[in-house]
């Protein structure tokens, strides 16, 4: 596991650099559209936009390339929209209330990333995924060592998605920073990733699960 200060000091030098400034702030003004917006960044450096997402009214999730048959992809920005209200298919008016966290098949994407980079001699906590949504932007890496890495099947992430979101609605006292990594954590056996919240002041938090994985522990990263 690399030392956290050194994590905290990419994340910082990240956040300092103009692209990346430009791209956080283009999704912010596009979270009001109805389907997720984002990038992809390539280990050279250069960013590609990406708006594949679902074209009906209640399908609004991002489609991504494929890191097997992609694999100069280091990290990923996106958006998870703001609530908007739809008519389904009977005509009646339906809420479409998404979850401003990472899903699981954000976590299953990230994975395949680090495990790319495993593969292609890349430097694992390099890797990032970054959720940029109205109620705060987040950041994930790989703080795990070689045998944490663990990737997912279309099925099993398929599989996790309806559990996420029942446990996200009924755990109302958690936050949902907590709810997050428990699930990741407690369903999906993943260990090894940690989360940033990208303060809108320009710090950053490392947030992670207590030693007995009741609560979080929220660290702020140096200026």
Known sequence: MPP????CEQIKLQ????EFKNKITDLEGKTNLKKETGYIQKWSGDYIYKDNAG?????????????VTNTY??????????????????GYETDMNGIKMFSPADIAYFMDLVKNAQTTGQPLNNVYGVMVSSLGNYQIRFTGNQYQIKTFTDAQKEAYKNPFIDFISKNKKMSLELKFLKFIDEYMNLKGITLYKMNSDGTTTEIRLNDDKTDKIDTNCPQ
């Not at 074209?55 to 890191?67: E, Q």
């Open 4 to 7: 956290k200060n050194d994590l």
């Open 15 to 18: 956040r300092a650099d103009i």
């Open 55 to 67: 074209a009906t009214n209640n399908a609004n999730t991002l489609s991504l390339p494929s890191v």
């Open 73 to 90: 992809i280091k990290g990923f920005i996106h958006t998870h929209v703001n609530n908007y209200k739809f008519l389904d298919a009977q």
